[in-house]
């Protein structure tokens, strides 16, 4: 007995193609619909919600990355001109240091006696400590000042963005 494998050849006719051009003016693709096959209402009620939703937070990620590129941008001008400002004030202290030190070297130089000498060195000493003193103190208002209104403007945005993540 011989066992005989029966093959049975069935023709199948190809799908005919979509057309593969681009839609024109006041034209839509229906991208739902496959070679005569049409996608449930529901699966299209989702998929049409989920791209909205993807659309949605792509707008609001942008509007953030935009606020954000402006905070910082802010931020980088306000230090700037902070950075500015002390650095002014550390060039003229240090005007103001030497010209002190070269009228001491002066005053110094012209006495007579080396009674006044000490005279001079102890009321150079103590003008230059109230000085300093006084020097330390606008340095140390000028540099909390910049770094408050430097911080303001990362503040603000954080405080921003926390009030619209707890109102989402």
Request: charged share 30%; glycine share 4%.
């Amino acid at each position: 007995m011989t066992d005989e494998i029966k093959t049975t050849t069935t023709e199948t006719k190809a799908a005919p193609k979509a057309s593969r051009k681009p839609a024109g003016k006041g034209e839509t693709i229906d991208a739902f619909a496959i070679g005569g096959f049409e996608m449930p209402e529901m699966i299209r009620d989702a998929a049409e919600k989920s791209a909205k939703q993807v659309k949605d937070a792509y707008d609001k990620l942008r509007t953030a990355a935009e606020e954000a590129t402006d905070v910082i941008e802010e931020q980088i001008a306000t230090t700037r001109s902070g950075v500015s400002a002390l650095n002014g004030k550390v060039l003229e202290n240090a005007k103001a240091n030497v010209d002190a030190s070269f009228q001491f070297v002066h005053d110094v130089l012209s006495v007579k006696s080396f009674a006044e000498v000490i005279e001079l060195q102890t009321a150079f000493a103590r003008a230059q400590f109230e000085t300093a003193s006084a020097q330390v103190k606008e340095f140390h208002e000028l540099a909390t000042k910049v770094a408050t209104d430097t911080s303001a403007p990362v503040k603000d945005a954080f405080e921003k963005l926390f009030k619209d993540f707890k109102a989402a």
